[in-house]
């Protein structure tokens, strides 16, 4: 029977400090600090499609944990189509995202990096969540965006 290692295995039976082999990340890469950034949004209700809702600024050397990262709202926050990305790439870590739902509570779904841990750039990102196709939004409604990220 074979034995297959994961790539964050590998790089943690190394000895202490040393180089993990070639083509796995480092230990510092793998792990660290695990923070939530919650961010909740009381709905202005004048938001249309093509708008944008400026959700965090995080700093480089941050990974995004799409798996972990979520979405909840209360009823009337009708987005349809709805990315979560940073300038460059508006579905970096969401894409696609249908809040109709009344009492949403969903994880990101479909975002280019949705497998694995994406890096903040160089200089830090500003998240931001692009209503694609807004149906209906309500003033006064919470929307609470938690993005999950690995800080050293």
């Given amino acids: 029977m074979a034995s297959f290692d994961a790539p964050l295995y590998t790089s943690q039976i190394g000895s202490a400090g040393q ?10 890469q793998s792990a660290g600090k695990m923070r939530l950034a919650i961010i909740p949004y009381t709905v202005d209700g004048a938001e249309n499609s093509g708008d944008t809702i400026n959700l965090c600024k995080l700093k480089e050397g941050a990974r995004v944990i799409t798996q972990f990262s979520r979405v909840a709202s209360q009823a009337a926050f009708d987005v349809s189509d709805m990315n979560i990305g940073v300038a460059g790439n508006d579905n ?5 995202m249908d809040t109709t739902d009344a009492e949403l509570d969903q994880p990101f779904i479909g975002g280019d990096n949705r497998f694995v841990p994406a890096d ?3 200089g830090g990102e500003i998240v931001f969540a692009t209503l694609v196709t807004v149906v209906t939004t309500t003033a006064g409604q919470l929307v609470l965006f938690l993005i999950a990220f690995v800080d050293e």
Avoid at 92 to 96: E, F, H
């Fill in 19 to 28: 180089t993990p082999a070639v083509g796995y990340p480092p230990a510092k």
């Fill in 92 to 96: 970096k870590y969401a894409d696609a």
């Fill in 120 to 122: 903040v750039a160089e």
